[in-house]
Each structure stands twice: as C-alpha cells, then as structure tokens.
C-alpha cells in the first residue's frame, strides 16, 4: 500500500491521540516516523505505531507530561521527559540545543526519563538544517552481549551525527550499534532461515547460526563496536542519571511503567571554530570528493552518509508515494487501539 506523507502521518497521529496521547505530542512522533518511513527506516516507522499505542493505552507513556528544564550553564542543561513520548521530549531537547549553540557555541543537553524516540538522525538533522553540527546518542533495552561474555547488557544504542554542506545536502549518520536488530532475527525464525554467525550469541555465549538458539546480539566489530555501545550508555544514561547498562529498562515488558532512558545532543557551532562559510564549503567539497571516486566491482557509486536515504525518500514520492505493509495500513484505519501484543514477561517479546 502506497501512501501520501499527509494521510501516513494523519493516520498515525490519529491512532496515537485516540490512545490517550495530548495533540501536540502525537503530531511530533508522527511527524518523525513519517521521516523514517519516507527514508526507507520502515523499522522505525509506521510498524511501531500499536507498540506505542498500547503503552500509552496502559500508561506507560505519560499522555500529558510535565516536561521540563534546568539550564546549568551557559553551554549545559538537563531535560527531564516525565515518561512521556520520547520524539516530543528529544524533539524539544534539541530545538533548546540548537538555541543555546547559536548564542553560546556549543551545548550539551541531556535527557532523562524519557520513552523511546525512534530515528535519532531525525534530531541531528534538525541541527544541521540550522548550520550546526550535532551528534546524538541514546539508550536502548539491553540485548548485545560484551566479547566474551553470556548475558546481554547494553541496548542497540544508536549513535547519529549531522553536518550542514554549502548547498542543499545535508550529511546524516545514524546507526544501531549491533551487527543486525532483534526484529531481524524474529524475521529469520519465521522464515525458517539461519543467521551469518557474526549477529548474536547463545546462553554460552557462543556464536550461532540458528535464529532459534540467540540469547543475545553481537556489536558491531567486536571489541570496538562494545565501545561505542559503552561510550551511548555513559553519555546518555550514566550521566543523565536514569538506569544504565542491563538495568535499562524493556520496550516490551509491563507497559503500564514509564520506561526512564536517556538521551543526549551535542550541538556544536562552527562558526566558532573554522568559521561557517569555510566548515560549509569544506563539507560540500569531501560529499563531492567521496561520490566522485572510482567505485569497485559490483558497485555503482560511493555515496555519503544520508545520501542513500534521501535518493529513497525522493523515489518514493516519485513512485506514488510511501509502501506500507498492509496490515499496518489496516490497523491504523481501524478504530481498534492495540491488541495486547507487546505487554511480555519476555525481555525480547517473542
Ligand atoms: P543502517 O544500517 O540502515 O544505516 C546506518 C548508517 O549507515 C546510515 O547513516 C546510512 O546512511 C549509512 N549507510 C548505510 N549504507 C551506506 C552506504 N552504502 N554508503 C554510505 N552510507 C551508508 O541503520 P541501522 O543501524 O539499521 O539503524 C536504523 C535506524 O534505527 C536509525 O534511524 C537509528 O536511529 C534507529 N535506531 C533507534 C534506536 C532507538 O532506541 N531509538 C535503536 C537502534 C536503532
């Protein structure tokens, strides 16, 4: 089912308000699922919709929360999300980032107790749309294992940067921190298929190829990938002061409980530092120096982070607009809520 970016995001905001969600909330986290959708991040857009719908219905998502803010310094502040919807709280986060960057050069702004906020590149892009620089960091539910280790203990943590170029690209990094998300993994066991033996782990901890036997998934190169997912939970949670590491809470696991992660944006203005002009320019001319190298067999061009997903964005509008699986399409049509799926005892919902 194709749709047009007006009637996705309609249906969505719709469904998310008639679970209990405030008006201005439901339009934010529609508006960002929408942006996942269109480039093509479908795990972080539509799909999600009865998920939140049943925390809300359950009051594991404030539906009116108190959000607010303490600046600490001239380039510091904590913003408290009082459980309630992660995309409005990040969203509100970063439009008080970028306002302290432009007046103070730089600011870091960490988020508390707030519920998950989807595409974090969403955010990033925000900063760069205004001449920033930015990077964003948040927490997820624990499912990746250390080298070495048996148990799961940090989340998929993702990490995203954002750059602005002298003319209309925008750069836009945003990835997961493991090799393969869980959903991938249900999608194998469905299917009947095995896994490359580098995306998860058994109870032993050891490598495996069937889908049946992960007990946890692996971070993306090794050691290095551990690293990164450390360094998200650190920023983000170890400083904001909410639970970190294995303690972080479960996305599908008593809805009725605000899910307290954290997040934080670090936005940077260049003007500050080699000037805008020049960090524009520069930008523009490494975007131009990637595409423009010889590419190797097999592959048509060398692209620059962000780039792939915007030519997706720009397909489907070309092509009659966003692919919806039709089952989603159906639910979002329908007056039902949710249907009790995503309330499990089983930290990976299966
Ligand atoms: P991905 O693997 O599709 O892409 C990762 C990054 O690599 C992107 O910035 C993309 O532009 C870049 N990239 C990929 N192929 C490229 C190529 N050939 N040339 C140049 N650049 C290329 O993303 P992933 O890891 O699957 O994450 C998907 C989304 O999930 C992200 O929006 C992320 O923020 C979100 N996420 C959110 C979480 C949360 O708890 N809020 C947890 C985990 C992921």
């Not at 050891?206 to 050691?223: E, F, M, Q, R, S």
């Not at 607009?321 to 930290?347: C, F, M, T, W």
């Amino acid at each position: 089912m194709k749709l047009s970016r007006e009637e996705l995001k309609g249906l969505m905001k719709n469904k998310l308000m008639k679970a209990g969600l405030n008006e201005k909330h439901a339009d934010i986290a529609a508006e960002v699922m929408t942006w996942s959708d269109e480039r093509g991040y479908h795990s972080h857009g539509a799909v999600r919709v009865e998920y939140y719908s049943e925390r809300i219905a359950k009051g594991g998502i404030t539906a009116n929360p108190n959000f607010t803010f303490k600046e600490t310094g001239p380039c510091s502040g904590m913003f408290d999300g009082d459980n309630g919807c992660g995309y409005a709280a990040a969203k509100e986060a970063m439009d008080i980032a970028i306002e302290m960057a432009k007046k103070n050069g730089i600011a870091v702004i960490g988020i508390s107790n707030i519920s998950h906020s989807g595409s974090i590149g969403y955010y990033t892009e925000m900063a760069a749309k205004n001449d920033l620089a930015a990077i964003s960091f948040c927490q997820s539910d624990p499912m990746a294992v250390p080298p070495g280790g048996t148990e799961p203990y940090y989340g998929t943590n993702p990490i995203s940067f954002a750059a602005p170029t002298a003319d209309d690209r925008t750069v836009v990094f945003d990835m997961a921190t493991t090799v393969q998300a869980w959903g991938k993994i249900l999608d194998k066991r469905s299917r009947g298929e095995s896994i490359p033996d580098n995306w998860a782990v058994d109870e032993k901890g050891n490598p495996v190829t069937d889908p049946n036997k992960v007990n946890a998934l692996l971070p993306i190169a090794g050691a290095k990938g551990y690293g990164l997912m450390m360094m998200v939970d650190i920023f983000s949670g170890i400083m904001t002061g909410v639970p970190f590491g294995k303690h972080v809470s479960s996305m599908y696991h008593d809805c009725s409980k605000g899910r307290e992660l954290g997040q934080m944006h670090i936005v940077m203005d260049p003007e500050r530092f080699v000037g805008l002009e020049t960090f524009k320019r520069n930008m523009s001319a490494t975007c131009d120096e990637l595409n423009a190298m010889p590419t190797a067999d097999g592959y048509d061009k060398v692209y620059y982070p962000g780039e792939r997903a915007q030519m997706r964005k720009e397909k489907a509008y070309k092509t009659g607009g966003i692919e919806i699986v039709d089952s989603i399409y159906e639910y979002l049509k329908s007056d039902d809520i949710h249907y009790n799926r995503y309330d499990h005892k089983n930290r990976f919902a299966e």
